[in-house]
């Protein structure tokens, strides 16, 4: 049993989600969305080297020393896995754990908006999950892979950096590639994954312009790809892919936009009304015809109206769907303001 094990029974012991290890900080855990103290002696540099060397492999940690920077998985046995951050700041080193259920959520389970299920229909195009950091899209996404995985026979490979949920096989085929592990980059596991004849991907973040063509190569290809971006709405991600690309690039990536989007979810994590637990709200895009046009002219101040004409389609704005949790009574309305894109409607 690693030392550090100690921290993470207790985080689990108290149902947090997240625990923060920094130096000359006591340990702290996420709890509800909020950070809470650990009642433990407050780590120095030494300590904390001890922690965290342990778990990780002696070339990771040279790494994390050379560049400052360090992911990957680790298991605590059979008990549970934690996505693993460290990093090094202006007043020494830390590390974040992030809990990754060993039991992969449902779509019903989460209670998710039934045209989720629509996404495992497709046979090509692009799904985007986006949201802050803990706004849990892996999980989201991770029930719609499982979804795929139960009802389709299909080609899955997920790309990811680290691997976070592990699927098993069962009605389709599934392959997890780790990035620095079993692939150089997101890119080069993409392009991998069309060469394998892949029916879906999954790529942990599209974070750059080569990943992002890429993947719009795949979609032309009959690939359904579907990715992440740290965008809290859906005009700001398709401004974010946009504005990846260089002004005499923009008119073409439109114009792949236009033909491949499928969908994007934009989610966030609120606090319950009783302060027990978190929901999500969506904001939730699809395509219709129209969506191509608004796309190529760039128009993506036309999104909000689009989506609140295409309630029947399942689309729903992010304010939209934050008024209706409140009248469910799952929110108030002090956090549904913390949330809003149009504050003053909650205010």
């Known amino acids: 049993m690693a030392k550090i094990d100690q921290f993470f029974e207790e985080m689990m012991r108290q149902d947090g989600s997240d625990l923060h290890l920094q130096e000359g900080h006591p340990p702290r855990i996420r709890l509800n969305g909020r ?43 059979d008990k549970a896995r934690f996505r693993a951050n460290y990093f090094r700041y202006s007043d020494g080193f830390g590390a974040i754990f992030r809990i990754v259920p060993s039991k992969i959520l449902t779509l019903d389970d989460l209670d998710a908006p039934s045209v989720f299920r ?28 499982d979804y795929v995985n139960s009802s389709k026979v299909r080609k899955i490979v997920t790309i ?62 009959g690939v359904l790809v579907f990715g992440t971006l740290h965008t809290n709405s859906a005009p ?72 609140q004409t295409g309630r029947k389609a399942g689309m729903i704005t992010l304010d939209d769907c934050l008024h209706e949790m409140i009248q469910q009574g799952k929110i108030t309305k002090e956090e549904a303001h913390k949330k809003a894109q149009e504050k003053s409607r909650f205010l």
């Open 35 to 77: 950070l809470k103290n650990l009642e433990l002696p407050v780590l120095t540099q030494s300590g904390l080297d001890s922690l965290l060397s342990e778990i990780c492999g002696p070339e990771q940690w040279r790494q994390y020393h050379r560049t400052g920077d360090l992911d990957f998985a680790y298991e605590m046995g």
């Open 118 to 145: 629509s996404f495992a229909n497709l046979r090509s195009g692009l799904v985007l999950v986006t949201g802050p950091t803990g706004s849990g899209k892996s999980t989201t996404l991770a029930a719609i892979i």
């Open 160 to 221: 990811e950096e680290p691997v976070e949920f592990v699927h098993r096989s069962k009605k389709s085929m599934i392959t997890h590639r780790e990035v620095g592990e079993d692939t150089a980059s997101f890119a080069s596991g993409l392009q991998s994954a069309i060469r394998s004849d892949a029916n879906v991907v999954l790529v942990g973040e599209m974070r750059d312009r080569e990943t992002i063509e890429l993947a719009l190569t795949a979609t032309e290809m």
């Open 236 to 307: 700001k991600t398709l401004d974010r892919i946009i504005d990846v690309f260089p002004a005499n690039q923009k008119p073409q990536i439109r114009s792949l936009l236009a033909v491949s989007l499928r969908g994007i979810v934009a989610q966030q994590l609120l606090r319950s009304a009783d302060g027990k637990r978190r929901w999500a709200a969506h904001e939730i895009l699809l395509y219709t015809p129209p969506l191509s046009g608004v796309i190529r002219n760039g128009d993506t101040n036309k999104l909000i109206s689009y989506m």
